[in-house]
């Protein structure tokens, strides 16, 4: 059978997963879109997680352990949002690595107005990062930024594209 997402890698182009979720890591979903469907990159932002936390019971218990601290609801948000994107840079970390740091990142859009400091970077998770709407990496040497696709969205290898 032929594989049209091994063709498109082969021709340059990264596919990209447009929507994260405890799930998807818990279960090894996340992986296995990497294996086997040539996933080399993650979008999200507040709608995909607001659907993914309120669709699922995989945020109980951290939900519960940061309520009984006390924790405010925009910052349990954030640290919620922060486990995910650090579980699936870790996911990523073999083809961030692989491609010289081409593919394997994990972008989120945040709220501009939120008064929570945005991601950033760290040495252990060099794929992660974002701030309101800007791509996870910035690099003098990438193009501007590119409309993406709704849903599983594919951009070439050296373009950088976030949700508008």
């Known amino acids: 059978m032929p594989d049209s997402l091994q063709d ?3 021709a340059g182009v990264s596919t990209w997963l ?6 998807l890591l818990t279960t ?4 296995r879109l990497v294996e086997d469907r040539h996933v080399v990159g993650i979008t999200s932002n507040p709608t995909i997680f607001a659907n993914a936390i ?3 019971d995989d945020y109980t218990d951290q939900i519960r352990e940061l309520g009984q601290r006390g924790t405010r609801t925009g910052e349990v948000l954030r640290l919620l949002t922060v486990a995910d994107v650090r579980g699936a840079c870790d996911v990523l970390r073999p083809v961030y690595d692989a491609t010289g740091s081409v593919d394997g990142r994990v972008s989120i859009e945040v709220d501009p107005a939120s008064p929570t400091t945005p991601l950033r970077r760290s040495p252990r998770h060099g794929s992660c990062g ?6 996870t990496y910035s690099s003098k040497s990438r193009p501007p930024r590119q409309a993406c696709p709704p849903s ?13």
């Open 8 to 10: 498109l890698t082969a």
């Open 18 to 23: 447009d929507d994260l979720s405890r799930q």
């Open 28 to 31: 090894g979903a996340l992986h």
């Open 54 to 56: 309120g669709g699922s």
């Open 130 to 135: 974002g701030s309101s709407t800007a791509p």
């Open 152 to 164: 599983h969205s594919v951009w070439r290898k050296g373009s950088v594209s976030t949700s508008p």
